[in-house]
DNA sequence: AAAAGGAATGGTAGCGCTATCATGACAGCG
DNA sequence: CGCTGTCATGATAGCGCTACCATTCCTTTT
C-alpha cells in the first residue's frame, strides 16, 4: 500500500544506486534468484537466469561486492604486501602475479611496506579488515605481532621471494646458493681479489644472503672476502660511483661481485667511461638477469632469477588451495640460472 | 539467561573473530561508543576511548572494514587502473601514487587493463562495487558503457598521463608538444632524414600522439616523416633490432626519434656493438628519461617526463577532493623537460 | 500407489558495522 | 526556576547481500 516513502521514518540509502532487489522485481523473480543467477547460475532455472541478467543489463546493476562479502564473509581481494616498488623486482613479481589473478577474478590489494616490517604489520592488520581471501607477502621475515596475527588467520598466506620455511606456501629461491654459485664462478675464472657490493643490506636482506653464501666459498678457499655496504639504493648511479669507491679502499681488486644488476651494469658503464677494461682490469658481476646486462658490451655476467615466473607460479599455486584442492609442497624453489657474460 | 548458544537456531557466524561488541562490552561501554572511540575518537569521554583502546589491544580486535564500509556507504580504498606493469612509466605513476596516497591512509586496489578498453570497463564496473572512494585511471580513452558508468558515479575520477578534457580531474603532460619539441631539436641540429619509431602505437596512443607533433613540425619544413612502427612491446631488443630495419628501409636517414627510452638505448646499444657512430652516422633520441640514458656513452637525447610526480601530484589533488576543499584547476600540466645528451 | 529423492524457488535472519534520532546530564542565561 | 544549548552516550534500524532452512512440484524407485 504505502508506496511512497513520504513519511520514510529511517530511510538511509544515500546513493540511489540500484540494488540487487530492484532487479529481482524487475526480472519478476526474488532476490535470492536473482542473487543466485548471478553466482550460482548452474542452481537456476535457465528461463530465470535470462531473465536476471536482462534486468541487470537494463537497469545498469553493478553488484555490490562490499555487501556480497559481508555476508559471505567471503571476497576476492588478495592482499600483496611488498617492500618496495622502486625496486624491479619487486614489481616483475607483482606482474606475475596479476596476470595470473585478475585472469581468475581476483582484485589485488597492494600495499608497501618501504623495508619497515612494523609499517608491514599495519598494513596486514588493514588487509585482514577487507576480509581478504589471502595475502602475499614479499620474504620470510616478520615482526612478532604480525607472525601471531597471521597465524591466527585461517586464510592462505604465500610468501614469496627467498625460499624457506615459512607461515604457510612458499615460492622462491635460495639466496645463499646463489650467492655459492657466483663466487665459485669468479674463483673458477681465476680471480682472488674479489669484492661485494650491495646497498642496505639490513633492509634488502636477501642481498646479505647472497653475500653469506659468497663469503662461504671464499673463506673455504682461504681468501678474504671484503665487503663494501652502500648506504644508497641499488642505482646504475650508486654502482657508477661504488666503482670508484671499490678501486681506492682495496687496490688489487680484481672482480666485484655486485648485489644486483643495477648496480653492475652502472658500474660496467662507469668503467667503460674511464678508460678501464672490462674484464681485463676489473671483472663484473651482477644479479637478477635484468635485460640491461644483454645489452651492454662486453655481456654482463649475472644470475637470472625467473621473477615473473615467481609470481606466476605463487599466483597459480594460491589459487590451487584456494579452489579447495589439495596442495602436496608447500615449498617451491624455482631456481636460478648463471649467465656468464664476457664481463668475468 | 541464555548464556550458551546450544540451541543457536541459526548461527552464523564462521569465523571467531572478535567484534566491535565484544571490545565494547569488554570495555563496559555500548557498541557504538566503541566505535566512535575508534573512528571520532574527539567524539568521546577520554576514559571511554582508552578503555575502548585497552580492550581492542587486549583482545587483538581487528576492525571488519567490509561492515564499516556497507554502513557508511564509504571506504578508504581507491582504484588504480593502469594499461600495463610491463611498461615501467605506469609502475613509476602507480609509486607516486601510492606513496602519497597510502600516506593518507588510503589503500590502492590495483587492475591492468592490458590496453584493453573493455577489459578496463570491466575493471572498473569491479572496482566501483568495492565502492571505492576515487578511481584513478590512465588515459583519456574508453570505451561508450565506461564512460556512461562514470559518469553516473558519484566520486572523483583522476585520469593521468595524458593532458586534456577529461571527466573530471585530470593530471598530465602534453604528448603532441613533447612530439613536437624533440622534432624541433632534431631539425635544429642540422638533421633532414628522421625516422620515427615506435611500437604498437594503436596501444601506446601517447607515443602516437607525440608522432602527430613530430609529423607537423617536419611537414611544415617541407621534410618528409616516415614512421616505422614495431609489433612488439618496446624494450631493448625491439629497439636494436628496429635499428636494423630502419637502416634498410631509409639507407639516408641521419636520425631516428624512437617513441621511448628503451628502444633508443637499445639501438644505440646496438649501433656501437654495429660499430657505428653516434651520432656520427646516426643519431638517436628517446623519450622519458630513463637513467639508463644517462649512462650510456654517448648520453641519450631524451625527453625527461616526471612520472612519478605526476603520481604523487594527481593523489594530492585527489586527496584534496576527498577531503572536501575545493578544487580550483581540474588539470594540471606537469610538463615536460628536453635533456640534450651527446647521441643527437 | 506410496514413499523417497531431487530441482527450483522463496522466507527469514543475519554478516558487523554506523547513521540517525533520542535521552539524560549539566552548564549558562535572563 | 524554567529554558535552551552542548556534550556524552545509547537504542534502534538498517547498509545490500547471502547462508540456511522450508516449501513446492515433479520425477524416480520399490
Redesign the interface.
Known sequence: MSRDSTQASKQRR??DQITLSQVAQAAGVSPITASRALNHPDKVSESARTSVLEAVEQL?Y??????G??AS?R?K?IAVIVPS??N?VF?EV??GL??TL?AEGY??????TDYDLDREYQLV???????CSALITAGLRHNHACQ??LN?W?HPIMEVMELGKGMDLNVGLDHVAAGRCMATHLIDQGYRHIVYVGARLSQDYRAGMRYEGHKKVLQAKGIEAPLVELDTLG???AG?ESLQQVLTLYPQTQAIHFANDDLA??AL??A??QGLNVPGDIAIAGFNGL??G????PQLTTILSPREEMGRLAAKELIRRLSGKNVYRRQHDVGFTLQVGGST
Do not use: C, M
Open positions: 544515500r546513493s545498469g553493478v553488484p555490490n561486492l562490499v555487501a562479502s559481508l564473509s571476497s581481494l616498488l622502486i624491479t614489481v607483482i606482474k596479476q596476470e585478475e582484485q589485488i590489494l597492494l600495499g608497501n592488520r588493514t588487509f585482514l579488515g577487507w576480509s601471531t596475527l591466527n585461517d642505482s646504475l648511479q657508477a651494469a652502472g658503464l662507469a667503460q667511461r635485460p640491461l644483454q645489452h651492454v658490451t
